[in-house]
């Protein structure tokens, strides 16, 4: 399918014209990279070695 992967600090890219156009938005707006929220929000929950953080949404992780 596809040879490029990327961690969650790095963006896939920004918007084609294509969609920059159907979309009204600028070119330069950045793409990020898709991964399950629950994930997601552990890193943007900022946890730390030995805290515990609880992150729900359509999936549940500690």
């Known amino acids: 399918m596809f040879d ?11 918007l084609s014209k294509k ?3 159907k979309l009204r938005l ?3 707006v950045v793409v990020g990279v898709g991964a399950f929220d ?3 929000g552990a890193v943007g929950g900022e946890i730390e ?5 609880k992150v ?3 999936s549940t992780c500690d």
């Open 56 to 58: 729900m949404g359509t």
């Open 38 to 40: 629950a994930h997601m």
């Open 4 to 14: 490029d992967t990327y961690t969650a600090d790095q963006p896939a890219g920004t």
């Open 19 to 21: 969609w920059a156009k």
């Open 49 to 53: 070695p030995y805290y515990l953080s």
């Open 26 to 28: 600028s070119e330069q």
